[in-house]
């Protein structure tokens, strides 16, 4: 291999199924002068991505094996890495990114330029400015001397008025980073370089350099790369191989593309496609791309399975899904895992998606708010906390922990959560106790004054070890990350004395994990999802882009600072460069992969949503040249097919269920009797199979909540105040509304919308009192309130069944008989609806078996009224009988075997929590 000249020189070869082998056979034939018996272990061959060296290294094996020659391949590497894992001495350690991000925000936040909020996310776009400035402006320098001469003239940017702010916040930021000492890493990158490029004119020995591009130097180096090239040529061999532009081309595929994406538009589209249609008669793009609209995400993802399992069926193994629309892709990844197809994923996962980052968050979230009960119970619900507690006494623990402050319906708050499962009578309460002090000393140490990074990182570790987090997350793949990254950035912060308060930290850990990602190594698979970027020039057997809507496919974007026209006065990537650079991956994709579907949703919130410009452009010309746009409908998805007969499923039907024997309960409460007779197949879900909803715990103040409020009211009441008659009309008013005040306290401190549902009560107050006057004066007197009953009832075959419940109050009259009364914030004619269906009065004179009387108090009527279906006792003592009967009958039958249909009316059926499960809305 000749030494070439001064001038960076490079080989176009045109991209296709055959630009391997035509790379390995330059690199063959510029190697022959000094390579000896195929010896190719002093060439370092240079790749843009390593997945690029895998396909040359193919290439060189398989001509190897046609010519039968022995072959000790090269070295292969990508230019960054290559120079910046050299061994070179002299050169500064950089100042790390993170530590480059404190000093930014430190800086930010000095000045007073913009809100303390937006801090963290100016400092990164400013350093990645400052990146692009250094890239641009910044050639190799001679030393840390002329690199900081070259930095002073980059960063002093013209005082012209559009510029003048943005001009002072790059200057004074720059001048803060200078001020640390060290160069950032871009500086340091091109120290390397420079001192690289003194070994190699130094080197007695010869260092020959491969290096292979994805676009022409110009497009994919920057300037200080070009010239490091340049002056490695003019002392070492080397050789540059990038694909050609598709306007240098004559192939009928790169001239259509040209035709569709010119580089300089001089024509209009018709006249394009009238050109390329005279040149090449047969289309060479129809078989090898089509564009899938669908409808949806969920269509999309099940036509992109679809058209992978025909390529498969097709025999083609090397496919690639192209994941500009990520959520699509990771839909697609679970419905080929479901049928058993693996998908290795080479762009990884970002961390802030993984369950490890979730954790992490939850403990924070539950530490900034109080304890709220969703964030305290996922937090305890994931699978990474307390792994030093066995797995069992784990989940009764935090069943318990629900069940307790759903029951008591807390809100928030460590102490009154304490409190709630202290009462609670679970197996699991006393784990659950411990789970709460370990939730609050994790909580307490978050809970910290401000301090520096590094030290809030120690506070973390400690906070995700005092709950039992950090064996766990070691053995997960995305958890090692997330300790990784931790430990990593908490040693480059170990020297930054800045100090953050709780938010700005937590803010800067959701910065970093949103930045950081993590691959799950443990899959390989031919079926691989990579970026568009990372296809290019690698030889698949067909290719899925996934997104290729306007929305997901466009060029990227860039920072706030500087518009279009300043950044291309600076040197710096343009809106126009990234649409080149797109075109170039479509054109790389499209010239190399044989087979290429786009798939993209056409609706998205009921609107169009079109396919990418730079496709359709493509398929408008098509369509002009040759009478095809290159559209197609999706393959059939399985749930289209037509099913076969003898697997089809039966018609639907209603359920209706037999209770096992050993499931039928042997308590019942009155409202799972009441849901017996509603809806026999509700009470067999609800208590048969116990999938009953447990409690909400209120965020606002509901109708059911005022009702308790209620009846915590008048249960004290009266237990201060059994007899009304003996206070005057204003003190029995006051001593009332004194007990409002105490009991709706709390809940107004909780939410001071409950001050509404307060005052509509104490508007009840004078009708209440007159109608308590009112009993009395008939001889009753308020004896006992919340009184718990039962009454155990004989089966027919042995056994029992126990009904059990609570009566809201109960009265004696001066002859010694009782009434019970059950409490309604409702008025009294929605009640009269629904007294002819009534089972919980006639259940509780049941269980008391002494009442003269049962009745309801409607409450939200001016007027209080006790509304009941007769007052006659013997009518009463009929109805109670009656009801108990009809429960031994009806448990008679289940444990005879009768089937317990969904018959409930639609009212029931409207509040129904199990109308989904009976199947009833589906025959």
């Known amino acids: 291999m000749e030494h070439a000249p001064a001038e960076l020189t490079a080989c176009a070869l045109p991209p296709g199924e055959a630009f391997y082998e035509a790379a390995a056979r330059l690199l063959l034939d510029g190697a022959a002068p000094w390579a000896r018996d195929g010896d190719l272990s002093a060439l370092r061959v240079l790749v843009p991505a390593l997945p690029m060296a895998v396909e040359l290294r193919a290439a060189l094996v398989r001509m190897a094996a046609v010519s039968s020659s022995p072959l000790l391949l090269p070295r292969f590497d990508t230019l960054k890495n290559w120079v910046n894992a050299a061994p070179l001495a002299g050169i500064p350690e950089p100042l790390p990114v993170s530590q480059r991000l404190v000093l930014l925000y430190e800086a930010l936040r000095g000045k007073g330029w913009f809100d303390e909020a937006a801090?963290?996310?100016?400092?990164?776009?400013?350093?990645?400015?400052?990146?692009?400035?250094?890239?641009?402006?910044?050639?190799?320098?001679?030393?840390?001397?002329?690199?900081?001469?070259?930095?002073?003239?980059?960063?002093?940017?013209?005082?012209?008025?559009?510029?003048?702010?943005?001009?002072?916040?790059?200057?004074?930021?720059?001048?803060?980073?200078?001020?640390?000492?060290?160069?950032?890493?871009?500086?340091?990158?091109?120290?390397?370089?420079?001192?690289?490029?003194?070994?190699?004119?130094?080197?007695?020995?010869?260092?020959?350099?491969?290096?292979?591009?994805?676009?022409?130097?110009?497009?994919?180096?920057?300037?200080?790369?070009?010239?490091?090239?340049?002056?490695?040529?003019?002392?070492?061999?080397?050789?540059?191989?990038?694909?050609?532009?598709?306007?240098?081309?004559?192939?009928?595929?790169?001239?259509?593309?040209?035709?569709?994406?010119?580089?300089?538009?001089?024509?209009?589209?018709?006249?394009?496609?009238?050109?390329?249609?005279?040149?090449?008669?047969?289309?060479?793009?129809?078989?090898?791309?089509?564009?899938?609209?669908?409808?949806?995400?969920?269509?999309?993802?099940?036509?992109?399975?679809?058209?992978?399992?025909?390529?498969?069926?097709?025999?083609?193994?090397?496919?690639?899904?192209?994941?500009?629309?990520?959520?699509?892709?990771?839909r697609v990844r679970a419905l080929l895992e479901r049928e058993g197809v693996l998908v290795s994923d080479e762009t990884g996962w970002l961390l802030s998606t993984s369950r490890a980052a979730a954790v992490v968050d939850a403990l924070i979230e539950t530490a900034a708010g109080n304890a709220y009960h969703r964030d305290l119970l996922d937090l305890c619900k994931s699978p990474f906390v307390f792994s030093d507690i066995d797995a069992d006494a784990r989940r009764a623990a935090v069943f318990s922990l629900e069940a307790a402050i759903r029951r008591a319906s807390v809100k928030a708050g460590i102490v009154r959560i304490r409190r709630c499962l202290l009462e609670a009578a679970d197996d699991g309460k006393a784990v659950g106790l411990a789970l709460l002090d370990r939730i609050e000393a994790a909580t307490t140490l978050l809970n910290a004054r401000p301090a520096p990074l590094s030290r809030w990182i120690g506070r973390l570790t400690k906070a995700l070890d005092a709950i039992g987090a950090l064996d766990a997350l070691r053995d997960d793949v995305a958890g090692q990350a997330v300790l990784d990254l931790l430990e990593k950035r908490g040693q480059e912060l170990a020297g930054s004395t800045a100090e953050f308060a709780f938010p700005t930290w937590r803010d800067w850990l959701n910065r970093e994990f949103e930045g950081g990602s993590f691959r799950d190594g443990s899959i390989a698979s031919p079926i691989v999802v990579t970026p568009l970027n990372a296809v290019c020039l690698r030889r698949f057997d067909a290719a899925l882009l996934l997104g290729g809507d306007a929305r997901q496919l466009a060029p990227g974007g860039h920072a706030?600072?500087?518009?279009?026209?300043?950044?291309?006065?600076?040197?710096?990537?343009?809106?126009?460069?990234?649409?080149?650079?797109?075109?170039?991956?479509?054109?790389?994709?499209?010239?190399?992969?044989p087979r290429v579907t786009v798939t993209w949703q056409s609706v998205q919130d009921g609107e169009a949503n079109l396919l990418a410009p730079e496709l359709s452009l493509l398929s408008t010309l098509h369509q002009l040249a040759w009478g095809d746009d290159l559209l197609r409908r999706p393959l059939p998805v399985r749930s289209e097919a037509t099913p076969d007969p003898a697997t089809a499923a039966e018609p639907t039907r209603s359920a209706a269920p037999v209770a096992p024997s050993t499931r039928i309960p042997v308590r019942v409460s009155v409202s799972a009797y009441a849901s017996l007779v509603a809806c026999p197949y509700r009470f067999f879900a609800r208590y048969v199979l116990g999938l009953g909803e447990m409690d909400e715990v209120s965020e606002e103040m509901a109708k059911s909540d005022y009702g308790e409020l209620v009846h915590r009211v008048l249960e004290r009441f009266h237990q201060q105040h059994p007899s009304v008659s003996a206070l005057s009309e204003d003190a029995g008013l006051q001593a009332l509304r004194a007990c409002v005040a105490e009991v709706f306290a709390p809940a107004v401190a909780d939410n001071f919308l409950a001050t509404g549902w307060r005052q509509r009560w104490e508007k009840r107050l004078p009708g209440y009192l007159a109608w308590q006057r009112e009993r009395e004066r008939e001889g009753w007197r308020w004896a006992q309130a919340e009184a718990k009953v039962s009454r155990v009832l004989p089966l027919a075959e042995g056994g029992s069944v126990e009904l059990y419940g609570r009566i809201d109050r109960i009265d004696r009259g001066n002859d010694g008989a009782s009434a019970l009364y059950d409490y309604k914030t409702q008025a009294a004619k929605v009640i009269r609806d629904r007294l002819k269906d009534d089972v919980q009065l006639p259940a509780y004179a049941l269980m008391h078996g002494n009442a003269a009387q049962a009745a309801y108090v409607a409450l939200d009527d001016e007027r209080v009224l006790a509304v009941s279906s007769g007052d006659e006792a013997e009518n009463l003592r009929v109805a109670a009988e009656a009801q108990g009967q009809r429960l031994v009958a009806a448990f008679d039958a289940l444990h005879a075997g009768a089937r317990l249909p969904a018959h409930g009316l639609e009212r029931v059926c409207a509040w129904c929590e199990m109308r989904g499960l009976c199947r009833r809305d589906f025959t």
């Open 119 to 330: 801090l963290w996310g100016i400092a990164a776009e400013m350093a990645a400015l400052f990146d692009e400035l250094t890239a641009a402006a910044v050639a190799l320098p001679a030393g840390d001397g002329e690199l900081a001469d070259q930095l002073q003239e980059a960063y002093a940017l013209r005082n012209s008025s559009p510029l003048a702010f943005e001009a002072r916040v790059v200057h004074e930021l720059w001048r803060a980073l200078a001020a640390a000492g060290a160069p950032d890493t871009a500086a340091v990158y091109r120290l390397r370089l420079a001192e690289l490029a003194r070994q190699a004119a130094e080197a007695e020995s010869p260092q020959p350099l491969f290096v292979l591009l994805d676009a022409a130097p110009g497009e994919s180096l920057d300037a200080a790369e070009r010239e490091f090239l340049r002056r490695y040529a003019g002392a070492q061999p080397l050789q540059i191989i990038h694909p050609a532009p598709r306007e240098t081309c004559s192939t009928p595929l790169l001239a259509t593309l040209d035709a569709a994406w010119p580089a300089a538009l001089s024509s209009p589209v018709y006249e394009r496609a009238a050109e390329i249609a005279q040149r090449f008669p047969e289309s060479p793009l129809r078989g090898r791309v089509q564009f899938v609209p669908t409808s949806g995400r969920e269509h999309e993802a099940q036509a992109a399975v679809a058209q992978v399992g025909d390529w498969l069926q097709a025999g083609l193994r090397r496919i690639a899904l192209v994941a500009q629309d990520r959520l699509t892709a990771r």
């Open 560 to 593: 706030a600072f500087f518009n279009q026209s300043v950044r291309r006065e600076l040197g710096l990537r343009t809106r126009a460069d990234d649409e080149r650079e797109l075109k170039r991956d479509l054109e790389l994709l499209l010239a190399t992969v």
